[in-house]
């Protein structure tokens, strides 16, 4: 299958270096502390962070630092299969296992300790790159939530098929097969804390990849930024300052 027409253009009529187009919310869960909702193309992800907070289970608790824990599910009618999906399967347990390391390393922590920090992450519409718009919509409600952050961490796919490296892959490109790298990244401190790959590359095939993972990585970072800004300039608003 083509997945790059002669003209270059791709399946969805994207350029092989342009993005979905996204979108975001903040304050999408009333009760949570923070929460969000992030849009990449037709992939729709909720999050909604809980704390810090008092530990429940006090065998738990860590003397010097939060504890952080994460809970990523699929919702049943996201993906269009009529099959239901158990709720603790393996993939379920891995990308909450991923989002967790992520945030661990982008949350300060030490400045919370004896205390926890839950984030809930739904998918409710998939089309590719649910990993990634995970991460993203995290960020934005720990943000929401005021939990301070070294750094903005933010993620973007990239790919290579019919020898063109393809940027942020939608469910079709995502399923033909071809070599697959997710990326974390924090812009500010210009460091990599997520980095996983489907099928293998070169190694001089795979910097071009990631390169432009992390160039998709450093344009949600500037959305996300400008999307905080209003929210700050509305809550100024509000409040009459």
Not at 106 to 127: E, G, K, W, Y
Not at 133 to 158: K, W, Y
Not at 166 to 192: I, W
């Amino acid at each position: 299958m083509e997945y790059v027409s002669p003209e270059g253009l791709r399946l969805d009529g994207r350029r092989p270096m342009e993005m979905r187009q996204i979108r975001a919310e903040i304050g999408a869960v009333a009760k949570a502390d923070g929460s969000a909702v992030f849009e990449m193309g037709n992939t729709k992800v909720i999050s909604a962070v809980y704390g810090p907070r008092e530990v429940q289970n006090w065998s738990q608790q860590i003397s010097d630092k939060a504890l952080v824990r994460c809970e990523y599910s699929m919702a049943n009618f996201s993906t269009g299969d009529r099959m239901r999906k158990p709720k603790g399967d393996r993939r379920s347990t891995e990308i909450s296992l991923v989002i967790r390391q992520t945030m661990e390393a982008c949350i300060m922590t030490h400045l919370m300790p004896r205390s926890q920090i839950d984030i809930f992450v739904q998918v409710l519409q998939a089309d590719g790159g649910t990993r990634s718009a995970c991460i993203n919509a995290a960020t934005l409600a720990l943000a929401d939530a005021g939990i301070p952050l070294q750094d903005l961490v933010t993620s973007c796919s990239a790919g290579y098929l019919n020898s063109t490296p393809l940027l942020d892959l939608n469910y079709v490109e995502d399923s033909a097969g071809g070599p697959d790298v997710t990326v974390g990244f924090l812009p500010k401190l210009d460091k990599v804390t997520l980095l996983q790959m489907d099928s293998k590359l070169s190694l001089d095939l795979f910097e071009n990849v990631m390169q432009l993972a992390i160039e998709g990585c450093k344009a949600v970072a500037n959305y996300i930024r400008e999307i905080l800004l209003e929210n700050t300039k509305q809550l100024e608003y509000r409040r009459g300052l």
